[in-house]
Nanobody, 123 residues
Framework: QVQLVESGGGLVQAGGSLRLSCAAS????????MGWFRQAPGKEREFVAA????????FYADSVKGRFTISRDNARNTAYLQMNSLKPEDTAVYYC????????????????WGQGTQVTVSS
């Protein structure tokens, strides 16, 4: 069992940056792939980025590639999402998720979810 808690969301102007954190409980964090998803108002939740258990493999949605960076610190049981060059269309609730095995882009592949953190980008 893994419990996830996101933090770091907030209000930022377009072009700005935010770093989201996802703190995980449990002693097996380093066996889980981690993903970030987001849900904008009136839209379905969508994949943003994922990272393998060792941090060696990453994958990004085309919409954030080159602007967002996913990383993890297994010693701290924490995953991160560094978001640069933010746009108003990045406004959403951001969720982190964990799964056993390799990275995936489908939310149904993830067993554990955080409660989400709001990111609002003003124009």
């Amino acid at each position: 069992q893994v419990q996830l808690v996101e933090s770091g969301g907030g209000l930022v102007q377009a072009g700005g940056s935010l770093r989201l954190s996802c703190a995980a409980s449990g002693r097996t964090f380093n066996t889980y792939a981690m993903g970030w998803f987001r849900q904008a108002p009136g839209k379905e939740r969508e994949f943003v980025a994922a990272i393998g258990w060792s941090g060696g493999a990453t994958f990004y949605a085309d919409s954030v590639k080159g602007r967002f960076t996913i990383s993890r610190d297994n010693a701290r049981n924490t995953a991160y999402l560094q978001m640069n060059s933010l746009k108003p269309e990045d406004t959403a609730v951001y969720y982190c998720a964990a799964r056993s095995g390799g990275i995936r882009t489908l939310q149904r592949e993830y067993a554990y979810w955080g409660q989400g953190t709001q990111v609002t980008v003003s124009s």
